[in-house]
């Protein structure tokens, strides 16, 4: 039995494979750029499948490779940031399938695998955003999509009780490849930190320690729920 990672080779992802494989779990991983993910997958002895998460046929198969499954992480997303008059049909649907019908259909695709149980149920993590709870500027497109992870977290969390828990983690702005071009700029890079309580920037090991978690038997008596990894972002202010 494995725990499945998609976007295995994403910040937070590749962070969460390292962390698990430390405590010896077995991972099956999948992504879609196969140079990555062969780096990886060889480094922790994982098997691995190649999928873009918008194929819902590749992605089936992937997933179905993995054989039975004790948890499921769906580490995908998108910083889509523009005002809304730049926005197009193109940009909301993309991000909407991205964020939001690639973890339903990701999800739906695995459910014959889960190696669930009432006792001891099997775990799906999926990844909101500070953005749905916080109103920032910009961010319609990726706050909108976001949205519906979390509506889609309570639901499952519902319809696949008590077999399958289901949880979503929901960082403030973290430091990964995903977003690199924020934080080119040193000045706006110290000015997002310095907007959380705790100071500074997250770091993928700080989402990826709560996705630990919620994937392991501590968090066997919690599933529907939303967790911040902000730095207090969205419940605490420092200054006026």
Request: glycine letters at 10%; hydrophobic letters at 50%; zero cysteines.
């Amino acid at each position: 039995m494995s725990i499945v990672i998609i976007g295995a080779t994403g910040g937070i992802g590749a962070a969460l494979a390292r962390r698990l494989k430390g405590r010896g779990e077995s991972l099956h991983l999948i992504a879609r750029s196969p140079d990555r993910l062969t780096a990886l997958a060889t480094e922790l002895g994982a098997t691995s499948a190649l999928a873009d998460v918008t194929d819902e046929a590749a992605l089936e198969a992937a997933l179905q490779s993995a054989g039975p499954i004790t948890g499921l992480v769906y580490a995908v997303g998108s910083i889509n940031l523009k005002p809304l008059k730049r926005l197009t049909e193109a940009d909301f649907t993309a991000d909407f399938a991205l964020n939001a019908l690639g973890a339903a259909l990701a999800v739906k695709a695995a459910l014959p695998q889960f190696a669930g149980t009432a006792e001891t149920p099997a775990a799906i993590v999926l990844f909101s955003s500070i953005a749905v709870g916080q109103g920032f500027t910009a961010h319609a497109s990726v706050a909108m999509a976001k949205g519906a992870v979390e509506g889609l977290t309570r639901a499952l969390a519902a319809e696949l009780a008590p077999a399958v828990r289901v949880n979503a983690i929901a960082p403030s702005l973290t430091r990964t490849p995903l977003a690199a071009s924020l934080l080119q700029s040193a000045p706006l890079a110290k000015a997002i930190a310095d907007a959380h309580a705790l100071p500074r920037l997250g770091e993928p090991e700080d989402a990826a320690a709560l996705a630990d978690f919620l994937l392991g038997r501590e968090a066997g008596w919690m599933t529907g729920q939303i967790i911040g990894v902000d730095g207090g972002r969205s419940s605490v202010r420092t200054k006026g």
